[in-house]
């Protein structure tokens, strides 16, 4: 599976963002998308997940309530609808795909696609 995230930008604090993580191969519907982001000097941290059939889901308390995960399997796509953007909200944000429940941790995912940029601005 390789996936790519796409979406990020220079935003406003209490503006809104929707990033977009594409995949490509045929196993794509297995596995569990999480997004990540990493803030400079911070260690990468799980932001949310979706399990293989936007049946399942998990939410960082830091973004809960202020984003939304979901995926569309035909578009081999995962979406992280995210609202009222804060400054502390700026990082790059990578998708990646788990082997595992959503909520589990960074060791069970197993593929990564590259960073996009979400800076906030106050």
């Known amino acids: 599976v390789q996936l790519q995230a796409s979406g990020g930008g220079l935003v406003q604090a209490g503006d809104s963002l929707r990033l977009s993580c594409a995949a490509s191969?045929?196993?794509?519907?297995?596995?569990?998308i999480g997004w990540f982001r990493q803030a400079s000097g911070k260690e990468r941290e799980l932001v949310a997940a979706?399990?293989?059939?936007?049946?399942?889901?998990h939410y960082a308390m830091s973004v809960k309530g202020r984003s939304t995960i979901s995926r569309d399997n035909a578009k081999k796509t995962v979406y992280l609808q995210m609202e009222s953007l804060k400054p502390e909200d700026t990082a790059v944000y990578y998708c990646g795909a788990s082997w595992a429940a959503p909520g589990m941790g960074t060791q069970t995912y197993v593929y990564w696609g590259q960073g996009t940029q979400v800076t906030v601005s106050s």
């Open positions: 191969g045929r196993t794509f519907s297995t596995y569990t």
């Open positions: 979706v399990g293989q059939n936007n049946d399942l889901t």
